[in-house]
């Protein structure tokens, strides 16, 4: 099957599927995320091409519009799981394909590990928590099939691809927001998506801006870039709907940065000079003429919402035993009334509560590992990515980046294609 014959038959097609994910979201219930797995196994099987699937792939777990913490599992889901993995085995077969650890794989590994030991002192009992202690385990899966699948550059795909994934979030956050307008319209901090929560979306739409960015960059004053402005405009939109203080300022640092690298990147070093020094006026005029303001929403901001008690609990349990210092408690290291597990809101907390000073070390590692590689392949989307590793992994300190699982797999997704696809030169940082 040959349905995608250039890019801009790709574009419509992620566009499409943006679409299709958002119905699902909206009207699918339990059956959504089976239906876009069965999709993903079709497509996948008929084209054996891993560039149809991978709008499938970024997109699915996003489309579960019910609770996502609920423990029933609908038939849907299951015959879904069951396709796919069975295609996904014959896409492996059929094309021979020949493993690889690549070069993100070995600190990835041994963090599987590190979260699969504590089970054995931890004492979990629920069968739901047991995939936490699997969830590294599922990271390392999906990393090492698309570093071992994707054989030629596909970064224009994943691109296409993330912009997609924009486009099916924010019309979920907007939804949203209709929908609590046309019930109670009582407009709350946090409302949920099913997947996860409103805060959750506004991290995903994060780490998806550099993606558009670099597409407005390739098809600058040309008639592709008004797509590109429409995902731009509409990701702004959907970041404002998350209703999300840490989304609006990292998502707002985010873009600054990058429009400030596309203005210098593209030679207009007199628009980079004169935006960066109006910038850092209207911002200094602002606080001097709404100083109050300023100050009682400063202080507003820096509420921790509970999250100094929980770096206190993370550092309460790893002091409890010389393992638990070592190798951490285990993701479910705590629940709330309800069972849920507590998370900790910090990359640095929730590290050491789940896997200790031994998984933090490990991490340190495979974060080095990842801003080496972006820095060492020079390329205008490499260097945009930089911008987004580095505002994600700061929003990271105070909030779910790291170890949550709809980041971690999109974030194993992209590395594992920009690790195959930097043979093209491009301009350098």
């Excluded at 928590?129 to 994943?158: N, P, Q, R, T």
């Excluded at 691809?161 to 209709?178: R, T």
């Excluded at 205008?380 to 909030?399: E, H, K, P, Q």
Aim: proline share 1%.
């Amino acid at each position: 099957m040959n349905i995608v014959k250039n890019r801009k038959h790709y574009l419509i097609y992620t566009f499409l599927i943006a679409l299709i994910s958002s119905l699902l979201w909206g009207y699918g219930g339990m059956f959504s995320l089976g239906i876009m797995m069965i999709l993903c196994a079709i497509v996948l099987f008929i084209s054996n091409d891993i560039k149809l699937a991978l709008p499938f792939f970024i997109n699915f777990i996003f489309v579960n519009g019910t609770v996502a913490a609920t423990t029933n599992i609908s038939i849907g889901t299951i015959v879904g799981v069951i396709l796919l993995v069975a295609v996904i085995l014959v896409y492996l077969i059929r094309n021979k394909v020949k493993f690889t650890l690549g070069k993100f794989g070995i600190p990835i590994l041994i963090m599987a590990i590190l979260f699969f030991i504590p089970i054995f002192w931890s004492g979990a009992k629920e069968f739901s928590y047991i995939f936490l202690y699997l969830a590294w385990s599922g990271y390392f899966v999906i990393y090492i099939f698309i570093v071992c699948s994707v054989k030629k550059d596909i970064k224009e795909e994943l691109a296409m691809s993330m912009e997609g994934l924009s486009i099916l979030l924010s019309l979920e956050g907007i939804l949203s927001i209709l929908r609590i307008a046309s019930t109670t319209g009582n407009f709350r901090d946090i409302y949920t998506l099913g997947w996860g929560i409103c805060n959750e979306a506004g991290i995903m739409l994060i780490l998806a801006l550099p993606f558009t960015f670099y597409r407005l960059y390739k098809n600058f004053l040309k008639k592709e870039c008004l797509y590109d402005l429409f995902v731009l405009i509409l990701s702004m939109v959907g970041v404002l709907a998350t209703l999300s203080r840490g989304a609006y300022m990292f998502a707002l640092a985010e873009g600054c940065f990058l429009s400030l690298y596309f203005l210098w990147k593209k030679g207009y070093k007199k628009i980079f000079y004169i935006a960066l020094s109006s910038g850092i006026l209207a911002i200094i005029a602002f606080v001097y003429i709404k100083y109050d303001w300023v100050l009682k929403h400063a202080i507003d901001a820096i509420d921790d919402n509970g999250r100094f008690e929980l770096y206190e609990k993370a550092l309460s349990i790893i002091k409890r035993n010389p393992l638990y210092f070592l190798f951490g408690a285990g993701m479910p290291f705590d629940v709330d009334i309800k069972d849920a597990v507590i998370v900790c809101h910090s990359t640095l907390y929730e590290t050491l509560a789940c896997v200790g000073i031994v998984g933090l070390i490990v991490l340190i590692i495979h974060l080095y590992q990842k801003y080496l590689f972006v820095i060492k392949n020079k390329n205008i989307l490499n260097s945009m990515l930089l911008i987004g590793f580095i505002v994600i992994d700061i929003y990271g300190l105070i909030d779910n980046t790291y170890h949550m699982y709809y980041f971690m797999m999109i974030l194993m997704i992209i590395l594992a294609i920009i690790e195959k696809t930097n043979k093209e030169e491009e301009a350098s940082i």
